[in-house]
Every structure is written in structure tokens, then in C-alpha cells.
């Protein structure tokens, strides 16, 4: 079965900055759009950002444009979130999602999760 | 308009139906296809419907989805106590060049 595990949240002062990591394993990595979508504690699902499949196209949320990037490692099969001037409403649970096929770009199959807090 | 709008809960008895609606305008639903999320208590979100009304292997034919012009709806027939969670819808926006997701529903079972 797909696997993906998230990691590299953590504690962070505001206007820090932090890489999340998501390790793909169980399909053919570089054949699926990814995405990174976020949960703040008790609320909705937000989406943060995707990517094609190699790296070349990536959309960003309004609320993320110009601080956090995403990028892949198709030779580690691994998504990445770097996130930058981090602030109090980026704390969340933030979730690695691949495509729902090959031809499907929308959210599939998900982690679950690595919790990123934002304070000082 | 950018948004979709769900209810945000709905309830039912065991073996009752119940659906919940997504609202959402012309730069998403309306030119964009659904998938509903089911989220358990402490839970990564699973995707139950895409592509409006396709179930992903696995997910039981009890659970069902469909889309006219800009709202589309998730029905749930034969309610079980399992299907106690947050119910979310989510499609791609051509405005806001980015996936929209529903504000979630809660989903009770009495």
C-alpha cells in the first residue's frame, strides 16, 4: 500500500523557519503530483501547495506565496515544504498528499502529518 | 465566488440517509471536478469520492456523490456509527490557481 511519512515539524519562534520532509515509498514517485495541505488545531483543511512531477510546475496558496517553497527529490522520493518567515497562523498539522492517479491531480492518499507550531 | 460553503453539521439515526451539500461558483465547482474527504477523530483525511461521483476500491457503494452546475452533494445511505466524522469537499479553483476545500462538516450519528 502507498506510504508516506511526514517529518520535520516542530517548535518554532515566529520568523523562523523550518523544512518539512514527506518520504514517499509503495508507487512510482516521480509519476504523481504532490501536494502539502495544512490543519491549525480544531479547524478545516487548507491547502498549502502542489508540484508536478518533476518539479517543474508549483502553486502556492495567497496565504504562503513567497514564504514557503516546495520541491522533490525524485531520485529519494521525497517532497519537501522549506518554510520561511514562519508567523502564529502557519501553526498547524501539515499533511503530505499525492494525486489521486497518474491523469488525477487532486489530493489521493495522504500521511499523516507532522504538527508545526509557530511561538515564542 | 472562491469559497465553498458546507453546512457545518449534519446528523442522523443509524440506517438512516443523509447528504451533505457544497456550495461553491463558476471558477470552481462549476468548471472543476469534487472529491469528498471522510476525517476521523485524530485522523489523516481519506478520500471517499473524486471526479463528482467515483469511489476510490475499498469505500462502499452506500456512499455516493454527485454534482449539478455549481453545488455538489456526498449522500450517505444506511448510516452506521462509523460514519461519525468531518466530512470536507474540495475542488480546483481557476481564480485563485489553487485546490479549495469546504469549511467541513461534522457528521453525527444519534
Known amino acids: 500500500e502507498v506510504q508516506l511519512v511526514e517529518s520535520g515539524g516542530g517548535l518554532v519562534q515566529p520568523g523562523g523557519s523550518l523544512r518539512l520532509s514527506c518520504a514517499a515509498s509503495?508507487?512510482?514517485?516521480?509519476?504523481?503530483?504532490m501536494h502539502w495541505v495544512r490543519q491549525a488545531p480544531g479547524k478545516g483543511l487548507v491547502w498549502v501547495s502542489r508540484?508536478?512531477?518533476?518539479?517543474?510546475?508549483?502553486d502556492y496558496a495567497d496565504s504562503v506565496k513567497g514564504r514557503f517553497t516546495i520541491s522533490r527529490d525524485n531520485a529519494k522520493n521525497t517532497l519537501y515544504l522549506q518554510m520561511n518567515s514562519l508567523r502564529a497562523e502557519d501553526t498547524a498539522m501539515y499533511y503530505c498528499?499525492?494525486?489521486?492517479?497518474?491523469?488525477?491531480?487532486?489530493?489521493?492518499?495522504w500521511g499523516q502529518g507532522t504538527l508545526v507550531t509557530v511561538s515564542s | 465566488q472562491s469559497v465553498l460553503t458546507q453546512p457545518p453539521s449534519a446528523s442522523g439515526t443509524p440506517g438512516q440517509r443523509v447528504t451533505i451539500f457544497c456550495s461553491g461558483g463558476?471558477?470552481?465547482?462549476?468548471?472543476?471536478?469534487v472529491n469528498w474527504y471522510q476525517q476521523l477523530p485524530g485522523t489523516a483525511p481519506k478520500l471517499l469520492i473524486y471526479?463528482?461521483?467515483q469511489r476510490p476500491s475499498g469505500v462502499p457503494d452506500r456512499l455516493s456523490g454527485s454534482k449539478s452546475g455549481t453545488s455538489a452533494s456526498l449522500a450517505i445511505s444506511g448510516l452506521q456509527s462509523e460514519d461519525e466524522a468531518d466530512y470536507y469537499c474540495?475542488?480546483?479553483?481557476?481564480?485563485?490557481?489553487?485546490?479549495?476545500f469546504g469549511g467541513g462538516t461534522k457528521l453525527t450519528v444519534l
Open positions: 508540484i508536478d512531477r518533476d518539479g517543474s510546475r508549483k
Open positions: 463558476s471558477s470552481n465547482i462549476g468548471n472543476n471536478t
Open positions: 498528499a499525492r494525486a489521486i492517479s497518474e491523469s488525477k491531480k487532486g489530493c489521493g492518499f
Open positions: 509503495r508507487f512510482t514517485f516521480n509519476n504523481f503530483w
Open positions: 474540495a475542488a480546483w479553483d481557476d481564480s485563485l490557481n489553487g485546490v479549495l
Open positions: 471526479s463528482n461521483i
